[in-house]
């Protein structure tokens, strides 16, 4: 028996195995496991019964493959494919010329012109998750579950906490716009006084919110329908990461500085937050 187990009590060793499998983000789970169990099936069609780094270069095209099967192998298997080498050199050389599909962004003038001008009985809670998804960078989910405990109003300000990050790292950030804020209170006043969750961004059809929250699908399209309003070429490049890659790309443009950005987009490394930086200097 292994010297660990036999000095490690059983309960001590579950508490170890849960932790160990918490290790996969809890939301994209399936899609690891279901990488892992294609990789699993080929492996046992091929008669391959060591994982070995030839197995991968004779598997492996995408680099988001890569990354779920080397989470997924080193918890279930304890192996490391980060070591091997030449498969690294064989996904950087497929990936070469490759420029990956991002969302496009609303320009500040864009975002003025839609809040000022469209009729707010028809397009007031777009106006708000605008408001909200472009002053805190937010991603879909996060615009999805804010909840009416997540807003404090305030005479000059509305402030808004977000604990139900991807980072969850508590997310804090003012809206201080006059116009803007009464906007958001305008919505609110609008929820019905008895609902059975709290869920802030309720369906609004012609002046009135429903007791049904927005999903998830409408909100990414919102970004779509603002700029399909406005008139903008290929409104359909406008996607659910629009409001964050706008609100970082504005505070770049504004000359934010790279901890700044970082801390504006939750991340812990510098790369993607140096691209903004790298894109705003040429831009000016």
């Not at 000095?7 to 279901?34: C, G, M, W």
């Not at 995408?62 to 091997?84: A, H």
């Not at 008139?231 to 990461?241: A, D, Q």
């Amino acid at each position: 028996m292994d010297e660990e187990l036999c000095f490690t009590p059983p309960e001590i060793r579950e508490i170890a195995q849960n932790t160990i499998s918490n290790l996969i983000p809890t939301k994209s789970k399936h899609v690891y496991d279901k990488q892992y169990i294609k990789f699993e099936k080929l492996c046992r069609e091929k008669k391959v019964t060591k994982i070995t780094e030839k197995a991968f270069l004779a598997y492996f095209n995408l680099w988001s493959m890569y990354s779920m099967l080397r989470c997924s192998l080193n918890l279930y298997q304890n192996v490391d494919i980060s070591k091997f080498n030449k498969l690294h050199a064989l996904l950087k050389q497929a990936s070469v010329g490759y420029v990956p599909k991002k969302s496009k962004i609303l320009e500040e003038h864009n975002i003025n012109k839609y809040i000022n001008e469209a009729n707010n009985e028809l397009y007031l809670a777009i106006k708000v998750i605008l408001i909200i998804g472009f002053n805190g960078a937010c991603r879909r989910d996060k615009l999805l579950n804010l909840s009416t405990d997540d807003i404090e109003f305030k005479q000059d300000s509305n402030i808004i906490s977000l604990s139900k990050t991807k980072n969850n790292i508590l997310q804090t950030f003012a809206i201080t716009d006059t116009n803007w804020i009464e906007l958001i209170k305008q919505y609110a006043k609008l929820r019905p006084t008895k609902t059975n969750h709290k869920r802030f961004f309720l369906t609004y059809r012609t002046g009135r919110c429903i007791n049904s929250p927005i999903g998830i699908n409408t909100i990414e399209k919102v970004s779509k329908n603002i700029a399909v309003y406005l008139k903008l070429p290929n409104p359909e490049l406008f996607t659910g990461y629009c409001f964050r890659r706008s609100s970082v790309t504005h505070l770049a443009n504004r000359g934010g500085d790279l901890l700044t950005l970082k801390r504006h987009g939750e991340w812990k490394s510098s790369t993607v937050a140096e691209g903004y930086v790298d894109a705003s200097l040429k831009k000016n």
